[in-house]
């Protein structure tokens, strides 16, 4: 089955910017994937902030960006909060079934 | 306002069976895909199963692949997910998503969890 791997943790400072990347085992990532983006916090479920690589949802702030970035799927946060600080998680679509990444634990500093 | 509330969850011994349920309100229940994804404690997301709006269309992971059955009821707006052969490293929180569309391409509203523990 298809690996999606994401950086284990990033560090930013408050009003910053950084971009999260979402890799598949299979090749580049392309739109026929519909990658998806999630934010999790602790004791919390997740929350959806991005589909079809570059769509908000209708309650995502709009520092949250989506798109694709050297054969990878990418999420930019641009003006980074103290509230960002939260585990993030890609999931990508791959035919026979949907993959999540491994997650990316961003802390805000 | 979309609401999904799973139940059923539980402690259960290795080998047994348990079935999950997934009661949606606040949308068309019968024109969504739904998913299921699990948490094993202190770990990341992992998708577990899907139905398309009808039912015709499933996804399994190959972790669960022809020990958990998923199914939906549109009359009765539920989701179930039907697990046998339960082993420890079934261990985990599972939710109840619902997908934008009638196919399985994109999760927007989750549930809060409901959780199962296998142990003797």
């Known amino acids: 089955q298809t690996v999606v791997t994401q950086e284990p943790s990033l560090t930013v400072s408050p009003g910053g910017t950084v971009t999260l990347t979402c890799a598949s085992s299979t090749g580049a990532v392309t739109s026929g994937y519909y990658p998806n983006w999630f934010q999790q916090k602790p004791g919390q479920a997740p929350r959806a902030l991005i589909y079809?690589?570059?769509n908000r949802h209708s309650w995502t702030p709009a520092r949250f960006s989506g798109s694709l970035l050297g054969g990878k799927a990418a999420l930019t946060l641009s003006g980074v909060q103290p509230e960002d600080e939260a585990e993030y998680y890609c999931l990508l679509y791959c035919g026979d079934g949907q993959v999540f990444g491994g997650g990316t634990k961003l802390t805000v500093l | 306002e979309v609401q999904l509330v799973e139940s059923g969850g539980g402690l259960i011994q290795p080998g047994g069976s348990l079935r999950l349920s997934c009661s949606a309100s606040?949308?068309?229940?019968?024109?969504?895909?739904i998913h299921w994804v699990r948490q094993p404690p202190g770990r990341g997301l992992e998708y577990v199963s899907a139905i398309n709006y009808n039912g015709d269309t499933t996804y399994y992971a190959d972790s669960v692949k022809g020990r958990f059955t998923i199914s939906r009821d549109n009359s009765k707006n539920t989701l179930y997910l039907q697990m046998s052969s339960l082993r420890a490293d079934d261990t985990a929180v599972y939710y109840c998503?619902?997908?934008?569309?009638?196919?399985?391409?994109?999760?927007?509203?989750w549930g809060q969890g409901t959780t199962v523990t296998v142990s003797s």
């Open positions: 606040g949308f068309t229940f019968n024109i969504y895909a």
């Open positions: 079809g690589t570059s």
């Open positions: 998503v619902k997908d934008r569309g009638g196919l399985i391409r994109d999760m927007d509203v």
